[in-house]
């Protein structure tokens, strides 16, 4: 039960966050958030995560392009049926979060991000996995409130 009440938080926090951006960032990335927003398949995730991939080379330094690279990754791992999907989806999808970390560590949302990441894993196998990952998937939403409580 816990464990399900922070991934909806964790869930909410990071869909949220996809509208947390100036007017400048939204034209560079309206595209790919209007994929992400439309995309139903992991092959539709992945294809959202290529077209903000491709926008980390003209913007590497922009925290953005890592953000949703990363959750275009998380989002399409629950799409997937094999586990062993879901988890290398997730294993992609950590550097990702990692860079995103390095280009605005104090960023709420880079630690929502992260905590949902770590729920992804966890609904992977619960039993195996359960105890570890939800402390640290508490523990950064935790991050995130503290970074931004308006947030």
Not at 13 to 27: C, H, K, P, V
Request: aromatic letters at 12%; glycine letters at 4%.
């Amino acid at each position: 039960m816990k464990s399900c009440f922070f991934f909806i938080l964790g869930l909410s926090l990071a869909l949220n966050g996809l509208r947390a951006q100036s007017t400048e960032d939204s034209s560079v990335f309206n595209n790919g958030i209007r994929m992400l927003e439309k995309a139903r398949t992991v092959r539709d995730f992945l294809s959202c995560a290529q077209y903000f991939e491709q926008l980390d080379m003209p913007y590497n330094s922009h925290w953005l392009t890592a953000y949703y690279t990363g959750l275009s990754y998380i989002q399409g791992s629950y799409h997937a049926r094999k586990d062993a999907v879901k988890d290398s989806l997730l294993d992609i999808a950590q550097p990702w979060v990692d860079k995103a970390f390095k280009a605005r560590s104090g960023e709420s949302e880079v630690h929502v991000l992260q905590a949902f990441l770590y729920q992804s894993r966890l609904q992977v196998n619960p039993q195996l996995r359960g105890l570890s990952l939800s402390q640290k998937a508490d523990a950064s939403l935790k991050k995130a409130v503290t970074a931004d409580p308006s947030n």
